[in-house]
T-cell receptor, first 111, second 114 residues
Framework: SQQGEEDPQALSIQEGENATMNCSYK?????LQWYRQNSGRGLVHLIL?????REKHSGRLRVTLDTSKKSSSLLITASRAADTASYFC???????????FGGGTRVLVKP | DVKVTQSSRYLVKRTGEKVFLECVQD?????MFWYRQDPGLGLRLIYF???????EKGDIPEGYSVSREKKERFSLILESASTNQTSMYLC?????????????FGPGTRLTVT
C-alpha cells in the first residue's frame, strides 16, 4: 500500500494563482520530501521537511507538516506555466532510508 | 552537477526476452535505487543498493534482479519479460552522508513488452 497519498489527484489553475496539494501517510516518519516531475522526465527534489519541523519555505514553495495528523501540504504561490508538472511526496522512516512515494498530484497552470 | 544516466529512453521487447536496464551516476554516490512508475500508483521501489555488490529488495522485487559490480553502475534485469512489466523505469542515486537525503533521478526508460 502507498505510504503517501496525494490529494487532489489533479489540479488546474490560472497563472498567478496559488496551488495547494496535500499528502497523507500512515506510519511514523523521519522526514518527508516533495519532488516534481515534468512530463516524461525524471523527478527533481524540491524540499525536505524533518519530523521535528512544522513549516519550511523555499522560494515560492511552502511546506507544512502535521505529524499528529500524519499529513503534509505543499503550497506553490504565484504559479507560473512552468510549474505545470506532477508533484510527489515521499516519506522516509529513518534518516537516509529508502523513500516511499505517493501517487502524485498533476498540476496544470494555464497561462 | 549530479548526473544520472539511463541506457535507453525507450525500449520495446518481446515476452520472454531477458532485458537489461543500465544506470550510471557520476557523483560517487553510495546509494542507488530502481523504481517503476505506473499511472496512479506513483513510484514503487524494486531494488536498492547501499554499496558495491550489495542489494536489498524493495516493495516489488518479483520478476526482477539487480547487479552492482561497480559503484557508479546499477543494472536492473528482467529475467523473462512479461507484459505486466510494461512501465516507466526510473533510476536514482543518493549520497549516504547527504543531510538532505535527496535522491537524484535519471530521465527514465519507458519499456514496452509485447
Amino acid at each position: 500500500s502507498q505510504q503517501g497519498e496525494e490529494d487532489p489527484q489533479a489540479l488546474s489553475i490560472q497563472e498567478g494563482e496559488n496551488a495547494t496539494m496535500n499528502c497523507s501517510y500512515k506510519t511514523s516518519i523521519n522526514n518527508l520530501q516533495w519532488y516534481r516531475q515534468n512530463s516524461g522526465r525524471g523527478l527533481v527534489h524540491l524540499i525536505l521537511i524533518r519530523s521535528n519541523e512544522r513549516e519550511k519555505h523555499s522560494g515560492r514553495l511552502r511546506v507544512t507538516l502535521d505529524t499528529s495528523k500524519k499529513s503534509s501540504s505543499l503550497l506553490i504561490t504565484a504559479s507560473r506555466a512552468a510549474d505545470t508538472a506532477s508533484y510527489f511526496c515521499a516519506t522516509a522512516k529513518a534518516a537516509g532510508n529508502k523513500l516511499t512515494f505517493g501517487g502524485g498530484t498533476r498540476v496544470l497552470v494555464k497561462p | 552537477d549530479v548526473k544520472v544516466t539511463q541506457s535507453s529512453r525507450y525500449l520495446v521487447k518481446r515476452t520472454g526476452e531477458k532485458v537489461f536496464l543500465e544506470c550510471v551516476q557520476d557523483m560517487d554516490h553510495e546509494n542507488m535505487f530502481w523504481y517503476r512508475q505506473d499511472p496512479g500508483l506513483g513510484l514503487r521501489l524494486i531494488y536498492f543498493s547501499y554499496d558495491v555488490k550489495m542489494k536489498e529488495k524493495g516493495d516489488i522485487p518479483e520478476g526482477y534482479s539487480v547487479s552492482r559490480e561497480k559503484k557508479e553502475r546499477f543494472s536492473l534485469i528482467l529475467e523473462s519479460a512479461s507484459t505486466n512489466q510494461t512501465s516507466m523505469y526510473l533510476c536514482a542515486s543518493s549520497h549516504i552522508r547527504d543531510p538532505a537525503y535527496e535522491q537524484y533521478f535519471g530521465p527514465g526508460t519507458r519499456l514496452t513488452v509485447t
